[in-house]
């Protein structure tokens, strides 16, 4: 494969939502600039499968390009949003002995190369980075109040008057990371899309850590947007249109506060089927339905196809090359909700086969999962 096709399986990603901006990326590309990945997580519990799978599945293609790829352990970030109870220990235990091998399972579940993904904790990168600080402190100069405030949804609040101030430190902080990190892609869900905004704001402005290309010159982060796999929940109202379906789309993700609106990444296989089975699927109905969005990302975005198992009577097994024609067959009423739940949660199963191996085989899970018992915040 050239390295003109690598970089357009970036460029085309059915999972990328935006990229800021492409011909930035082609630029560093084609000039020989190493690519320099990150993606920073709160640690808040276990993964589920929208953190895992779908990032794993552009980290796959940056890795076709050779990138450096970093997963950041965000524990300052988790520990200002008042993650597992505010408790730091907890935090980087959670960080270091959970988190990062569920991650490590999602790249082996879509074939990602786990062995080549950076493990980084915030406390670590700060200790041994002085100059973390002062790149706060111009990020922060750069930036205006009233853009810290729009940017404070990354954390799921949405008042911005009673917010606590260390809140407002975190939009400042994240973007701050980027430069420390020295890292050229900026990498995360379309949630994150304000502060990443900010850093490429600032980005040319930089004088502790600037960034640069492989000639010196300096550069600003591109930042790689993927799509945010949805909860299985109802929406909080229903009928709803689509304009409102936009609107209420931060309430409607994954939570780790609601266990069966999300799949974790080390869900057994019968919670896997019976969390799909409970989820919402009005029949044709493609207004907002997340077992068909989970369909378009998770099969076909992945680049499977799907098979519907059902009896003669009910019309015989189906398959679907494509998204299109899964929509086709349900919207006519061709296709019963029940029927595509029980062949997503067979795919989800299949999909995770190889991650639960690897977990199984992780001896230090066991104990920390005790301790997350009762700790799990949104």
């Given amino acids: 494969m050239t390295e003109q096709s690598k970089l357009d399986q970036v460029l ?28 920073g997580f709160e640690i808040s519990g276990n993964p589920h499968i929208g953190s895992g799978i779908i990032t794993m599945s552009v980290v796959k293609a940056l890795q076709a390009l050779d990138s450096d790829i970093t997963i950041f352990l965000a524990d300052w970030h988790s520990w200002i ?63 205006t109040l009233a853009r810290v405030k729009r940017s404070i949804d990354i954390m799921g ?26 890292v050229n892609i900026a990498h995360a869900g379309t949630d994150q899309r304000k ?23 300096q550069i600003n982060p591109i930042a790689i947007h993927h799509q945010l796999l949805p909860g299985l929940m109802a929406p909080p109202e229903w ?18 506060s609601k266990p069966d609106s999300a799949i974790f990444m080390n869900d057994t296989p019968d919670d896997i089927r019976r969390k799909v089975s409970k989820a919402f699927c009005p029949e044709g109905d493609i207004t907002y339905n ?3 969005i989970w369909a378009q990302m998770i099969v076909f975005g992945l ?36 029927d595509l739940k029980s062949a997503i949660a067979e795919h989800i199963v299949k999909l995770l086969e190889p991650a639960h191996k690897y977990l199984s085989e992780q001896t230090d899970l066991a104990e920390i999962q005790k301790e997350l018992q009762g700790k799990i915040t949104r």
Avoid: C
């Fill in 81 to 143: 949003n008042h993650k597992l109870g505010g408790d730091r220990d907890l935090i980087k235990r959670v960080a270091l002995h959970s988190f990062k091998h569920m991650m490590n399972a999602a790249a082996i579940a879509v074939g990602a190369d786990h062995t080549k993904i950076n493990y980084v904790l915030g406390s670590d990168l700060y200790e041994q980075n002085p100059q973390h600080w002062a790149s706060l402190v111009e990020v922060s100069q750069h930036t």
């Fill in 303 to 338: 680049g499977y196809t799907l098979d519907i198992s059902r009896p003669e009577k009910w019309g015989g097994n189906l398959h679907f090359d494509t998204y299109e024609e899964l929509e086709k067959t349900f919207v006519a009423k061709e296709l019963h909700p029940q």
């Fill in 157 to 182: 609040r949405k008042n911005a008057d009673i917010i606590s101030f260390s809140s407002l430190i975190y939009p400042p902080l994240q973007v701050a990371d980027i430069f420390t990190l020295q």
């Fill in 12 to 39: 085309s990603h059915p999972l990328i939502a935006e990229i800021l901006n492409p011909e930035e990326l082609t630029y560093l590309v084609e000039s020989g600039t190493k690519l320099r990945h990150y993606i």
């Fill in 239 to 256: 009928p709803i249109t689509p304009e409102r379906v936009k609107e209420l789309i931060g309430e409607m993700k994954m939570s780790k």
């Fill in 290 to 292: 997340p077992v068909m």
């Fill in 195 to 217: 502060a990443h905004v900010i850093a490429r704001k600032v980005g040319m402005q930089m004088t502790v850590q600037p960034l640069k290309d492989v000639k010196g010159g």
